[in-house]
């Protein structure tokens, strides 16, 4: 019998090369589970998020860890990418209305970030150069 446990952290994305330290303990969870297999799926319920951000959840048993990010907000971002260029669509999820003039952060896989803001149509388009 293994403990799986569950920590909600919340991302506060301002120095993605120092990510550790950007995370708070916001909340933490345990479960005893019977099983000794590698993977299984499992549903768990957990108290209401009541402040908007993105968090992190950490699914730990014994020595592995499984990661998993998830946002609490009022807007939806839609997002494609070429090869060169990303382009965002933001809008309200409660309207979905465009949402003009919003600043956005990207961070790229070699943590590289970028800032941009929507137009008054709620895209915003950037290069960003061959990038993970």
């Known amino acids: 019998m293994a403990t799986a446990k569950i920590d909600f952290n919340n991302f506060t994305d ?10 708070e303990l916001i ?8 099983t000794k297999q590698l993977w299984f ?6 108290d209401k998020i009541s402040e908007k951000g993105t968090y992190l959840i950490k699914a730990k048993i014994e020595n592995r ?10 807007i939806g971002i839609i997002s494609k ?3 060169d260029e990303i382009l965002l669509f933001v809008a ?8 003009p003039n919003h600043e956005l952060s990207l ?3 070699d943590k590289k970030i970028y800032s ?11 290069l960003i150069g061959n990038r993970p």
């Not at 301002?14 to 995370?23: D, R």
């Not at 909340?27 to 019977?34: A, D, L, T, V």
């Not at 941009?116 to 950037?126: C, F, P, Q, S, V």
């Open 116 to 126: 941009l803001t929507t137009n008054k149509d709620g895209i915003a388009l950037r």
């Open 81 to 83: 990418r070429s090869i």
């Open 41 to 46: 799926v499992e549903t768990y319920s957990f």
């Open 92 to 99: 309200n999820r409660k309207t979905s209305q465009p949402v």
């Open 107 to 109: 961070i790229s896989l």
């Open 27 to 34: 909340k933490s969870y345990q479960k005893r589970i019977n």
């Open 65 to 74: 860890a499984s990661y998993a990010f998830f946002t609490c907000s009022e």
């Open 14 to 23: 301002k120095n993605f090369s120092e990510l550790i330290e950007n995370f």
